[in-house]
Nanobody, 116 residues
Framework: QVQLVESGGGLVQPGGSLRLSCAAS????????MGWYRQAPGKERELVAT???????NYADSVKSRFTTSRDSAKNTVYLQMNSLKPEDTGIYYC??????????WGQGTQVTVSS
């Protein structure tokens, strides 16, 4: 059983920055692709960024050049650095581990609120 725990959310003013962390249990972390998703109130959950086991990254158009995801296999942790935050970035942010086709693990989510 894989457990994922997000942290680092909070309230930030527009233009500010936050760094989210997602810590994974177990020694399998480094062999799996990871993703960050977010869900705004009244909206569907959407993909924000992905990072493969080899470190290749991909981003939603809405966050390109502002968000950066990275991973530290020694710490079993994946990060999402968010800069130049906008009110529309508000939502609950989740990390996801792609275990195999049809099987994935999710964290509990961390709230990010961008407001003045």
């Amino acid at each position: 059983q894989v457990q994922l725990v997000e942290s680092g959310g909070g309230l930030v003013q527009p233009g500010g920055s936050l760094r989210l962390s997602c810590a994974a249990s177990g020694s399998i972390f480094s062999t799996y692709d990871m993703g960050w998703y977010r869900q705004a109130p009244g909206k569907e959950r959407e993909l924000v960024a992905t990072i493969t086991s080899g470190g290749s990254t991909n981003y939603a158009d809405s966050v390109k050049s502002r968000f950066t995801t990275s991973r530290d296999s020694a710490k079993n942790t994946v990060y999402l650095q968010m800069n130049s935050l906008k009110p529309e970035d508000t939502g609950i942010y989740y990390c996801k581990l792609f275990f195999r086709i049809g099987v994935a693990y999710w964290g509990q989510g961390t709230q990010v609120t961008v407001s003045s």
